[in-house]
Each structure stands twice: as C-alpha cells, then as structure tokens.
C-alpha cells in the first residue's frame, strides 16, 4: 500500500471514528498532494509525499512559533496537534550521530575543503537523506563539517 492510499484509508477511519483534528489535519495533507499533483501534472510518489509532508511540518513549527510569541497558546497547540498527525506520515529519522557519519562520508566523497563548498554538498546529501533526516540538523552538520574541513 503506497503511503497516499495509507493517508486515505486513514481520513476514513478517521470519519468514522468522528476525530474531526485528525480528519482535519489529513484532508489538508491530502488538498496539499492532489495541488502538487494537478500542478505539476504528476502522480505523486511515496518520497514526494514525504516532501509534502516536511513542509507542512515546517509550516506548522513556524506558525507555532509566531503564535507563542503573539501569546495565542490555543492556536499554537492547534499547529502542534496538527505536528503531531503529520510525523505519522514520515519514515524513521537518523540522529544526529547518523546525520554527522553520513555528511563526513559525503563530504570526504566530494572532497569538499571549505565553505565555499557548502552548495555542492547540500545537493548530495539532499539526494541521499531527504525524508530520513530534518535538513535543519543536516545543514548545521554541513557546516560544523566544512568549517572542520
């Protein structure tokens, strides 16, 4: 079962059991795939599901953030509820020992020197770890990695 007919059968066990946050969070994650699907006239993989599902976690993470500032907790535990739904989506992630041995390797590969080479690096370890690690750690392991270097 691809992870888009999981969503699904999700949203329907999600009606039946009238959980209308989770019912909610899942038809936007499903408005948000169908969008990427009519727009680019595609039919969606499981690893740009995973794509779409990071970048709504990261929109939810900034709204949390504007909102706390703004002292809106009730709508802040809204965006985290919605958090919380959305990473059942996403597959196992690397810790960060993993993420570190990982961008070592890569930057050793590409024989990267500095910070200079921080674009080219970013590009191959986007194509190795996208959906298995957050790119925010990733990106500071990146530049721990090249200022080492």
Do not use: C, F, W
């Not at 706390?68 to 597959?91: F, W």
């Amino acid at each position: 079962m691809s992870l888009k007919e999981q969503i699904t059968s999700e949203m329907k066990d999600a009606m039946r059991a009238h959980d209308s946050e989770r019912l909610s969070t899942i038809r936007m994650l499903l408005a948000a795939i169908k969008q990427k699907e009519v727009d680019e006239r595609i039919t969606v993989d499981d690893a740009m599901v995973v794509a779409i599902v990071d970048k709504l976690i990261k929109q939810r993470k900034d709204s949390v953030a504007a909102y706390e500032q703004a002292g809106r907790s009730d709508m802040a535990e809204k965006e985290n509820n919605e958090i919380k739904v959305l990473q059942t989506y996403l597959p196992q992630r690397m810790s960060e020992q993993e993420v570190a041995a990982a961008v070592a390797k890569i930057v050793a590969d590409l024989g990267a020197s500095g910070p200079g080479d921080m674009g080219k690096v970013m590009g191959a370890v986007k194509q190795q770890l996208a959906g298995k690690a957050d790119m925010g750690m990733v990106s500071a392991q990146v530049k721990k990695a090249l200022a080492g270097a």
